[in-house]
């Protein structure tokens, strides 16, 4: 167990729809991460976070964002969703910042249908 | 443009024997490595890390091998067991023109250790 959540495990949705993935970094860690998994794909950075404010930014799409809150939980809304958009999406978290060991949550197996 | 690569998307050893995942990557800047394992339906775990200062780090079966000059690592698992088959990803660490740290991933070796 890493000690980083995430839920729901599981998000079966139809194209057109926004959803919302959240995610509790381990305690003490400021940074949070997202990375999409899709079919045959490596992880694909997607956005960090640190200590409530975006940090780093890599492949994410406009029709996702995302924010940290104050008590420095996370969440990732995807909207107008495609087919496209079927992936597992980790959430990771660090100490303070990129470059440091990150530990993963379980992951949300997202299927757009 | 791939800055890190895996140029094995698989590799498959028997038990007991020698695996050895490679990676290589681009940009002189990255002064970080790490290596991480995952499982299928679960998040990556950290495995083995090494700095540029190093050449090699070793950790029970598991050792990275460093080559700056050939911008080439590698990961050593010895002996092979069959709970070692998982996807082995790769990752460097630097600054970049900007001064800001990044973390850039490789897409992964499926290693498949036979009984």
């Known amino acids: 167990d890493s000690g980083v959540t995430q839920t729901p495990k599981h998000l079966i949705t139809a194209t057109g729809q926004r959803v919302t993935l959240r995610c509790s970094p381990r305690?003490?860690?400021?940074?949070v991460y997202w990375y999409q998994q899709s079919l045959d794909q490596g992880l694909q950075f997607l956005i960090q976070y640190y200590n409530g404010e975006e940090r780093a930014k890599g492949n994410i799409l406009e029709r996702f964002s995302a924010q940290q809150f104050p008590d420095l939980h996370s969440e990732l809304n995807l909207s107008s969703l495609e087919l496209g958009d079927s992936a597992l999406y980790f959430c990771?978290?660090?100490?303070?910042?990129?470059?440091?060991?990150?530990?993963f949550g379980p992951g949300t197996r997202l299927l757009v249908l | 443009d791939q800055q890190v690569k895996q140029n094995s998307p698989s590799l498959s050893v028997q038990e007991g024997r020698i695996s050895i995942l490679n990676c290589d990557y681009t940009?002189?800047?990255?002064?970080?490595f790490l290596w991480y394992k995952k499982y299928p339906a679960e998040g990556p775990t950290f495995l083995i890390s090494?700095?540029?200062i190093k050449d090699k780090n070793e950790d029970g079966r598991f050792t990275v091998f460093l080559n700056k000059s050939a911008k080439h690592l590698s990961l050593h698992i010895v002996p092979s067991q069959p709970g070692d088959s998982a996807v082995y990803f790769c990752?460097?660490?630097?600054?970049?023109?900007?001064?800001?740290?990044?973390?850039?991933w490789g897409l992964g070796t499926s290693l498949a250790v036979n009984p």
């Open positions: 940009n002189s800047m990255f002064d970080y």
């Open positions: 305690s003490g860690d400021l940074s």
């Open positions: 090494i700095s540029s």
């Open positions: 990771a978290s660090s100490s303070t910042g990129i470059g440091e060991t990150q530990y």
């Open positions: 990752a460097a660490s630097g600054y970049n023109a900007g001064n800001n740290r990044k973390l850039i």
